[in-house]
């Protein structure tokens, strides 16, 4: 289906969890990867509690590409979430390796996008936009990049400026339907229409303000009673349908253009 990638301007809105609870209700396999030039494996930490070590990592990606086995190493590389159909691809163990992922992100794009063909999608947590080492390459040329944001007035003056950024490159690439919002919160205070008005983004997809919940996934918390019927259980089966919906209909607009030319 896709390479969906998560990013954040500021703050903590919840990316690494928004990330592994929509790679959990996808209808397909998935590669997660993490893509957070901070170091250190939120999802490892969070929630594996600390328990499992990865085998490798993308550093190690970046040491195959070198010698020409990026494509046959990505599979060694990563670990499975059991009783699912999600892999991990953990991030670097530093923020000082991070620097050496530069010459990868573009090969590993292709490779990402290679995977769909295989049925397996690709969900990306790119963490904060503008850190060194952030994988602009890969932000840039996902099927779908969503600004993910908390609603209330802090969150959103801090984003406007990362929005009208990314709406200008994308929008110069004639890759605006590429680009998205996706709310954590909604109406906690604001609504989506607002905060597409705020931004200047389409709002893609929100998910709900349910702090012991999103505990699972952000902490390994213990699934509270009535789950897989919370809040934000039922906003991640939405936002799922929503972000498939808004992909096939650019490839839709994609098949549309004449050869050559984009409208």
């Not at 020409?68 to 691809?89: K, N, Q, R, W, Y």
């Not at 994988?135 to 003056?157: F, K, Q, Y």
Request: proline share 6%; no cysteine; charged share 15%.
């Amino acid at each position: 289906m896709a390479v969906i990638v998560f990013v954040s301007a500021s703050g903590a809105p919840g990316v690494t969890a928004s990330a592994l609870g929509l790679a959990l209700s996808w209808p397909r396999p998935v590669l997660l990867v993490e893509a957070d030039p901070t170091g250190g494996s939120g999802l490892l930490a969070g929630y594996f509690r600390g328990a499992s070590t990865p085998p490798e990592s993308l550093i190690d990606l970046a040491f195959a590409h070198r010698e020409g086995g990026l494509l046959e190493a990505i599979p060694s590389v990563t670990m499975a979430i059991p009783d699912t159909t999600v892999t991990i691809l953990p991030g670097t163990r530093t923020h000082a390796q991070a620097r050496s992922l530069s010459g990868l992100w573009e090969p590993l794009t292709e490779a990402f996008t290679g995977l769909e063909a295989m049925g397996q999608d690709v969900i990306v947590d790119a963490g904060r936009l503008g850190l060194v080492g952030s994988p602009e390459v890969l932000i840039d040329g996902a099927d779908l990049t969503l600004l993910t944001v908390r609603t209330d007035l802090v969150a959103l003056s801090g984003a406007r400026s990362w929005a009208q950024t990314l709406r200008a490159g994308f929008e110069n690439r004639g890759a605006l339907s590429s680009l998205g919002v996706l709310t954590v919160g909604d109406g906690h205070p604001y609504r989506a229409r607002e905060v597409a008005k705020v931004l200047s983004l389409p709002v893609t997809a929100s998910l709900a303000w349910d702090p012991t919940a999103a505990e699972v996934f952000a902490k390994g918390a213990t699934a509270p009673r009535r789950f897989d019927t919370s809040p934000l259980l039922r906003s991640l089966r939405s936002a799922q349908n929503a972000i498939s919906t808004r992909l096939q209909s650019n490839r839709e607009q994609l098949a549309l253009q004449p050869a050559g030319g984009t409208s």
